[in-house]
């Protein structure tokens, strides 16, 4: 009974209380397969709740690759196959892909006013996007330079530039409207603030990481990702009273 009480006293804490519901998400990534790794369980739970969830991929993913001679413009098409298959696993509705070039990116105001088109075209209340800061307490991949820059940027484009209307204003030319978007989660490695429970999503996660065939089966670089993925998410489930969850920071715009 005491055992009891202290699991669900954690989850509470854990997150924030009630789940809420949401419309619209749009999960703004550097990467092809970056969704999947880390909100993947959570974005296929939205979307059977009924949420519209988009993708907005803003590199090419040209550098995810170990061979130096094949051509940007083949590893790119592979991988943007393989992105919208493993979308489609997710129940997620449209894949936007930006085009930048992978590995290039920087917190400008181009790449902001890209994104602020974005979020007012697909006007999402929740959005989803990397850390816009590096930790040195998690692995080194979480703090790849583009995914630091697409924090930021995406940040800055919630909070001021999509909801205020003397910002971009040729984006006003285009139609693009003000939106104000209600939440931002960024995905924690352990430590968040809110606990997602994917335990009946986890299998569909996996097979949409399995989609990235590129990235999950690179030649020479082969790992066992199922039994990693599996018990990363064991471990965060733990601290929130789940059998597997997703960690985020949850943000309240
Ligand atoms: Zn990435």
Same mark, same amino acid.
């Given at each position: 009974?005491?055992?009891?009480?202290?699991?669900?006293?954690?989850?509470?804490?854990a997150?924030?209380?009630?789940?809420?519901?949401?419309?619209?998400?749009?999960?703004?990534?550097?990467?092809?397969?970056?969704?999947?790794?880390?909100?993947?369980?959570?974005?296929?739970?939205?979307?059977?709740?009924?949420?519209?969830?988009t993708?907005?991929?803003?590199?090419?993913?040209?550098?995810?690759?170990?061979?130096?001679?094949?051509?940007?413009?083949?590893?790119?098409?592979?991988?943007?196959?393989?992105?919208?298959a493993?979308? /489609?696993?997710?129940?997620? *509705? @449209?894949?936007?892909?930006?085009?930048? #070039?992978? $590995?290039?990116?920087?917190?400008?105001? %181009?790449?902001?006013?890209?994104?602020?088109?974005?979020?007012?075209?697909?006007?999402?209340?929740?959005?989803?996007?990397?850390?816009?800061?590096?930790?040195?307490?998690?692995?080194?991949?979480g703090?790849?330079?583009?995914?630091?820059?697409?924090?930021?940027?995406?940040?800055?484009?919630?909070?001021?530039?999509?909801?205020?209307?003397?910002?971009?204003?040729?984006?006003?030319?285009?139609?693009?409207?003000?939106?104000?978007?209600?939440?931002?989660?960024?995905?924690?490695?352990?430590?968040?603030?809110?606990?997602?429970?994917?335990?009946?999503?986890?299998?569909? /996660?996996?097979?949409?990481? *399995? @989609?990235?065939?590129?990235?999950?089966? #690179?030649? $020479?670089?082969?790992?066992?990702?199922? %039994?990693?993925?599996?018990?990363?998410?064991?471990?965060?489930?733990?601290?929130?009273?789940?059998?597997?969850?997703?960690?985020?920071?949850r943000?309240?715009?």
């Amino acid at each position: 009974m005491a055992k009891k009480k202290k699991t669900a006293s954690r989850r509470s804490a854990a997150s924030n209380g009630k789940a809420p519901k949401f419309d619209r998400v749009l999960v703004v990534s550097a990467h092809p397969d970056d969704p999947e790794f880390s909100a993947g369980g959570s974005v296929a739970k939205l979307a059977k709740g009924g949420a519209k969830v988009t993708y907005v991929i803003v590199t090419d993913g040209s550098q995810g690759g170990e061979d130096p001679k094949q051509k940007d413009s083949e590893l790119a098409a592979i991988r943007e196959k393989e992105q919208r298959a493993a979308a /489609k696993v997710l129940g997620v *509705k @449209k894949v936007e892909f930006l085009g930048y #070039k992978d $590995g290039h990116l920087a917190p400008d105001l %181009k790449l902001r006013h890209d994104i602020v088109r974005m979020i007012r075209k697909h006007k999402p209340d929740l959005v989803i996007t990397h850390l816009p800061g590096r930790a040195i307490d998690m692995p080194m991949g979480g703090s790849h330079p583009d995914h630091l820059a697409v924090g930021e940027a995406t940040m800055a484009a919630v909070y001021p530039d999509s909801r205020n209307p003397r910002a971009f204003r040729s984006l006003l030319k285009e139609g693009y409207e003000p939106h104000v978007v209600k939440e931002v989660w960024i995905p924690f490695w352990t430590s968040g603030d809110y606990m997602v429970d994917i335990t009946p999503t986890l299998d569909l /996660k996996i097979e949409a990481l *399995k @989609k990235h065939k590129s990235q999950v089966a #690179k030649p $020479g670089r082969e790992w066992d990702f199922e %039994k990693f993925m599996r018990k990363r998410h064991r471990e965060v489930g733990k601290k929130a009273g789940y059998r597997y969850a997703e960690s985020f920071k949850r943000i309240t715009v």
